[in-house]
């Protein structure tokens, strides 16, 4: 099947950067859309960002500008850059991607990592 596992967490001062790293992996045949999203201690889980077809982003509107999503599919790995973070940007942050299988081609379905955890104090 399909593993998604985010990386690049951390604890980060405000006015900081992180830049976090998804990495699909098993039998993975392309990926058409890639999101990121964040949850936070007793809130809902927003989304972040999105890119899809490769180029095309979508933002929240408090990230933009801040955020920067990018997709590397020679190597299945989607990034979020973030910049000039603060302390409401801390949360675990999560990879969710619209994978088809070299096996159910040309059926596609969301996937989810396990997250990451982002935490933005002085």
């Known amino acids: 099947q399909v593993q998604l596992v985010e990386s690049g967490g951390g604890l980060v001062q405000p006015g900081g950067s992180l830049q976090l790293s998804c990495t699909a992996s098993?039998?993975?045949?392309?990926?058409?859309?890639m999101r990121w999203h964040r949850q936070a201690p007793g809130k809902q889980r927003e989304l972040v960002a999105t890119?899809?077809?490769?180029?095309?982003?979508n933002y929240a509107d408090s990230m933009k500008g801040r955020f920067a999503i990018s997709m590397d599919n020679a190597r299945n790995t989607a990034r979020l850059q973030m910049n000039d973070l603060q302390p409401e940007d801390g949360a675990t942050y999560y990879c969710?991607?619209?994978?088809?299988?070299?096996?159910?081609?040309?059926?596609?379905?969301?996937?989810w990592g396990r997250g990451t955890q982002v935490t933005v104090a002085s």
């Open positions: 098993g039998d993975v045949y392309r990926i058409s859309v």
């Open positions: 969710n991607e619209k994978i088809s299988t070299r096996s159910t081609w040309p059926n596609q379905r969301y996937y």
């Open positions: 890119i899809f077809d490769g180029t095309n982003t």
